[in-house]
T-cell receptor, first 114, second 115 residues
Framework: AQSVTQLDSHVSVSEGTPVLLRCNYS??????LFWYVQHPNKGLQLLLK??????LVKGINGFEAEFKKSETSFHLTKPSAHMSDAAEYFC????????????FGTGTRLQVFP | GAGVSQSPSNKVTEKGKDVELRCDPI?????LYWYRQSLGQGLEFLIY????????KSGLPSDRFSAERTGGSVSTLTIQRTQQEDSAVYLC?????????????FGPGTRLTVL
């Protein structure tokens, strides 16, 4: 069985400071992991994905995430937050070798203050 | 190119009425998904179509929910006898799996409000 836990429902940072959005997963197989972003009144957009290649994955808008199997984590980071990063972020797990279903976390709302 | 489109963007209905939500996937995408996003929740999987295979309906919350996909393209999600707890944003996604690429593309969603 697969599951994903986003440890923070809300994260607030000041513009220019680092961002850390935490995600832990559970998977019986080798997982594929994704981060999606949802801006207000916009559709979901893929930020980055891990599919058993390099463990440090770089995505769009300066975001990156590191797959740590020993910690079953896939935390999302960005060195310097921008006002436009304010959005809802979803961590997603799938065992793509066996299923096409994606399991979504409950989301983390990122607020960025000037 | 065109992305996934959904209609209507907003739907307000009265309790007990039936509603139909439409999804137009990206042309050529063989897989189509429906998800539900309730306020403050993640995305809840509802149903999945892949090519001509029987759909995976394991996420449908009750028999009031049904979906069909005609001609391997457009899909309609139908909710019969709507209840207030059906109020949510209903999202559709499509993708085509290749050896090196897999990504679901999401539509903007239909916001359903049941009064």
């Amino acid at each position: 069985a697969q599951s994903v836990t986003q440890l923070d429902s809300h994260v607030s940072v000041s513009e220019g400071t680092p961002v850390l959005l935490r995600c832990n997963y559970s998977s019986s197989y080798s997982p594929s992991l994704f981060w999606y972003v949802q801006h207000p009144n916009k559709g979901l957009q893929l930020l980055l994905k891990y599919t058993s290649a390099a463990t440090l994955v770089k995505g769009i808008n300066g975001f990156e995430a590191e797959f740590k199997k020993s910690e079953t984590s896939f935390h999302l980071t960005k060195p310097s937050a921008h006002m436009s990063d304010a959005a809802e972020y979803f961590c997603v797990v799938s065992d793509l070798d066996y299923t096409d279903k994606l399991i979504f976390g409950t989301g983390t709302r990122l607020q960025v203050f000037p | 190119g065109a992305g996934v489109s959904q209609s209507p963007s907003n739907k307000v209905t009265e309790k007990g009425k039936d509603v139909e939500l439409r999804c137009d996937p990206i042309s050529g995408h063989t897989a189509l998904y429906w998800y539900r996003q309730s306020l403050g929740q993640g995305l809840e999987f509802l149903i999945y179509f892949q090519g001509n295979s029987a759909p995976d309906k394991s996420g449908l919350p009750s028999d009031r929910f049904s979906a069909e996909r005609t001609g391997g393209s457009v899909s309609t999600l139908t909710i019969q006898r709507t209840q207030q707890e059906d109020s949510a944003v209903y999202l559709c996604a499509s993708w085509v799996r290749t050896a090196s690429y897999n990504e679901q593309f999401f539509g903007p969603g239909t916001r359903l409000t049941v009064l």
